[in-house]
Every structure is written in structure tokens, then in C-alpha cells.
């Protein structure tokens, strides 16, 4: 009897197995026991003859739907440098914060009595951007056993709606609903200093959002928080180290001045220490570093403590590295496949160097734009022509705008498709690692812009900590954004590629 060749998927294994069958043994039930097996097709007794498979043999496998096979499918492994990437994505968490003790021993220390003893308090953590004050204060509520919620103040249209908000994070009012600033006023002083034993911890980032010309609003939260009675502590975040001196000298007369805990920049040992952290979750319990070696790590480290001491700045260049050695390997012809975490080649000093120079600056903007893909291109066309049509007007460009001129570029132009938000700022995020473009962390809508201090956040923390929230393109949307290359050198730079002259075309 003839044994073809079957094709068996294994589950377990995911590949392929030839193995010999038997064929199907197959039945039939005999119409009259004393007549043949194969009746005669004559006459009016004819019936057709109907197959009873035996359930103990071999049976051809029905054909599987869709959602069945699904069961069957191996599953794919992401490559080294992918996953490599992720790492160093801006909002990306591994672990816990690394470093920092002083700065946690401190807050910590602000904290444990007051909960203890069901009081408030109001603290303030200052320091530059990048410095780790939102990913310390947010790893360190994690671990209290309080009613605890945090608020991005840039979300806000306007500094008063926080009590509202507030009231919704504490269960007080509807998240739909839309309470009034005294109804809110009134029911969270109640909640406050009701005799409930239990403590609110509220974290405001972005602070300065809420400073108004009076400072009512801040006044009115440290006063909350300072109070005798109180169960409210009030965690505010902010990048100004003398916010209170300056802008609020009316809780120094009512001696409400909240503790401050200042955030000093990252130190080279610091940036290096989490770098490896992280690279080394690829590869627990393994001494060897994996996709960076140890000189590469070391310089980049030195660079970015010696330029900013932005944690974020040094995570760009581990990113935009770990793309370089992809799209090298790729050149050669390699495939995703053999890119696992064992064999995958390292970052080198020389790509680390390379690296720094596009963003630190050395190459002219108009070279660093050229190596841009398509979509870069466009977004920083866009920032360019979006700048050059508000000027004069003394207003502030945001990313809000900027998205929404690119899209009406797509929809006008048709040439290619518009990117979905969080694509976009991915996009943005790749604009500033290369020094291209600049995203400030004050909001025109508050007036703070004006201020000689207005401090860089080149993406913000706080934005990139809420990815996934709601409410987070509201509060990304609202930052500044700046190019940082001439309209002339992006002519230059862009003209050789067809759909963008197009775009410039129109627009000179």
C-alpha cells in the first residue's frame, strides 16, 4: 500500500517534521451481509453506499480556522537590537532608579512620619531635566500603603481646573462630570480634614504650570498641606530650584514653605552604572555587557555628564548606536535572524564618537538632515515653514501645530501617508537626537514662556512617563517646539528628494 510523505507542525519545537503515514483505513457498511461489498448499481434497490470511518484509525486532519492555527504558529523572536532599542526609549523602566540613595533617604524620610502619624506636609523636588525626579518620587509611592495620585499640571487648560482633577483622582466627583473650582474647593477641604485616618499623597509634575499672577492656587495647596490637621501631603515637581523664593512669598509669611529636595545632575559613574543596568537585562547573571562594549558605555557617559547631565540625552546616543550597528549589519546582508543576543556585534567607541558629533554638534545641520528618512524629512520641513508662517506674531510654535500642519501636508499632498501621533513623536524624539530640533517644556497658554529662565526639556519625563494615559497628547501637545537649522540649509538638504521639493516649491 502506497505511504506518502505528511508535513507535521510541531508546537513544541516549531518546525517542521516529514513523517510516513499510512493511509487512511476507511469502512463501509455493508447493506446486506450475504450481498457483495460493491452492490450492483441496477435495479429499484440501489443505495448508495455511505463510508463509516473507524475512530481508531487514522483520520485525514480537517483543515484548522484561522484562530485555531494560531495554536500552531512558533513564536518569533524579536532581534537583539530591537529589544536593544526599546531599552532606551524615552518612559522606558527597568528595575528600580539607580543611584540617587541621598535623594531617596531624604524623601523617604519626609514621608514616613506623616503617614505614620496621618499628617500632611508639602515637599518639593527641584533640579534640572533628566535628573530622575519623577521616576523617584512615582518608584517610591509605588511601595506606600496610601491613597496616592499624580497629576500632570501641563494637561491643564487653565491653573484653577486642578482641584477638579484632583477631586476626580481621589474618587470624589465623576471622571465625565465637571465640578465647579469652589464645589471642589469645598469638598476637598472636607476630605482633608475629615477624621478618616488616612492619607492623600498627591504628586503635581510640571509645578510652574500652576503659577498664576496672584499664586492663588499654589498658595491654596501648600496651605492645604501645611495646615494643622491635615492628612494632605503635596509632592511638586518643577525644574526651578528657588520656585518658592521667587514666586511664592506669601507661604513664607504664613511659614508654609514646603521642604525642597534638590536633584543635582547625573555623574559620568551614574549615567554608566545605568546604562549597563539595563543592557544587562538582556542577559541576566552574565558578566558580559551585551550590544555596547564597556569603552563605548564609558565615553558616552563622559560626554553627556559633561554636556548636560540629561539622563535622556545619554539614552538617545545608546539608541541612535545600537541603530547604527543594525543598519550595518544589514548593509552586509544579514538577517534578523542571526541577530540574537549572544552573536549580535557591539557598539563601538568609534560609533559612540559618531554619534555624539551629530548630536553635540561638528557636522553642519544641513549634512546631519540628509541622513534623515522621508518622514523626518517632512516633519522638520514642516517645523521650518510652521516657524517661518508665525513670525512676527509673537507666538509660541507647539507640537500640537506642528502635527497638525503635517497632517494637512499628507492630506493636501497625498504623497505619503501621515503618521499617527505617537509614530510622530517618535519622530520628533529622533529630530532632537540628532540636533535638529529642540522641544521645551514650557506651555505659551500660561504666559511662561517670556522668562529668560525658561528651562529645556527637550521632551519632558513627566510626557514620556505618561505615555498611555489619558490626557497624555494634551500634555506633550502643548510643548514648545524650535528648529535648530536655517530654512536655506533645509532646502539644500531636502531638494533631492521629489516629494519634499514639491513641498518647498509650494511654499516659496
Not at 506636609?121 to 533640579?127: I, K, T, V
Request: charged letters at 25%.
Amino acid at each position: 500500500m502506497h505511504n506518502p510523505i505528511r508535513m507535521i507542525l510541531s508546537a513544541s519545537a516549531g518546525k517542521l517534521v516529514f513523517i510516513s503515514m499510512p493511509t487512511p483505513v476507511r469502512k463501509v457498511r455493508r447493506r446486506d451481509p450475504v450481498r457483495a461489498l460493491t452492490p450492483s448499481t441496477d435495479g429499484p434497490n440501489f443505495e448508495p453506499v455511505k463510508e463509516v470511518v473507524d475512530s481508531t484509525s487514522p483520520a485525514t486532519p480537517r483543515k484548522r480556522k484561522a484562530s485555531e492555527m494560531e495554536l500552531f504558529t512558533p513564536p518569533s523572536t524579536p532581534s537583539a537590537f530591537l529589544v536593544g532599542k526599546a531599552l532606551f526609549q524615552r518612559g522606558s523602566q527597568t528595575r528600580q532608579v539607580i543611584g540617587r540613595s541621598s535623594e531617596r533617604e531624604k524623601i523617604s524620610a519626609f514621608l514616613a512620619p506623616r503617614l505614620k502619624n496621618h499628617t500632611g506636609g508639602a515637599l518639593y523636588l527641584s533640579g534640572l531635566p533628566g535628573t530622575g525626579k519623577t521616576a523617584l518620587v512615582t518608584e517610591i509611592l509605588a511601595e506606600l500603603d496610601a491613597e496616592c495620585a499624580s497629576i500632570n499640571c501641563m494637561v491643564l487648560d487653565k491653573p484653577d481646573q486642578v482641584f477638579g482633577l484632583i477631586g476626580k483622582e481621589f474618587g470624589l466627583f465623576e471622571r465625565r462630570s465637571n465640578p465647579s473650582k469652589e464645589r471642589a474647593i469645598t469638598e476637598l477641604n472636607h476630605l482633608f480634614f475629615g477624621k478618616n485616618n488616612k492619607n492623600y499623597v498627591l504628586v503635581l509634575d510640571e509645578l510652574d504650570h500652576l503659577m498664576t499672577t496672584d499664586q492663588e492656587v499654589l498658595f491654596k495647596l501648600f496651605e492645604w498641606a501645611c495646615q494643622v490637621g491635615s492628612s494632605f501631603i503635596v509632592v511638586g515637581i518643577a525644574n526651578a530650584i528657588d520656585l518658592t523664593d521667587r514666586f511664592l512669598p506669601r507661604l513664607q509669611a504664613h511659614k508654609l514653605t514646603p521642604q525642597v529636595v534638590p536633584f543635582a545632575p547625573y555623574s559620568a559613574d551614574d549615567i554608566q552604572e545605568i546604562i549597563k543596568s539595563r543592557l544587562q537585562t538582556l542577559r541576566p547573571g552574565d558578566a558580559d555587557i551585551p550590544l555596547m562594549h564597556p569603552a563605548a558605555i564609558r565615553i558616552c557617559a563622559a560626554k553627556t555628564a559633561a554636556n548636560s547631565g540629561d539622563l535622556r540625552r545619554a539614552f538617545d546616543i545608546c539608541r541612535r548606536c545600537i541603530e547604527l550597528v543594525e543598519e550595518e549589519e544589514l548593509k552586509r546582508g544579514g538577517s534578523f535572524s542571526e541577530f540574537d543576543v549572544h552573536l549580535a556585534p557591539k557598539v563601538t567607541v568609534q560609533h559612540v564618537a559618531k554619534v555624539c558629533v551629530e548630536g553635540f554638534g561638528g557636522v553642519r545641520p544641513a549634512e546631519r538632515a540628509k541622513d534623515l528618512n522621508l518622514q523626518q524629512k517632512a516633519v522638520l520641513l514642516v517645523v521650518v515653514m510652521s516657524e517661518r508662517r508665525i513670525a512676527g506674531q509673537q507666538a509660541n510654535l507647539t507640537v500640537n501645530q506642528v502635527y497638525a500642519n503635517y497632517s494637512a501636508e499628507c492630506e493636501h499632498n497625498k504623497t505619503f501617508a501621515s503618521l499617527q501621533f505617537p509614530e510622530f513623536l517618535q519622530v520628533l524624539a529622533a529630530l532632537e537626537a540628532s540636533g535638529l530640533a529642540t522641544v521645551t517644556g514650557m506651555c505659551h497658554k500660561k504666559g511662561l514662556g517670556t522668562t529668560e529662565r525658561v528651562r529645556k526639556s527637550r521632551g519632558g519625563g513627566g510626557a514620556s512617563n505618561a505615555r498611555g494615559t489619558e490626557g497624555y497628547r494634551e500634555e506633550y501637545g502643548l510643548r514648545r517646539i524650535s528648529s535648530r537649522v536655517p530654512l536655506m540649509d533645509i532646502v539644500t538638504a531636502l531638494s533631492d528628494s521629489d516629494p519634499l521639493r514639491r513641498l518647498i516649491d509650494e511654499y516659496l
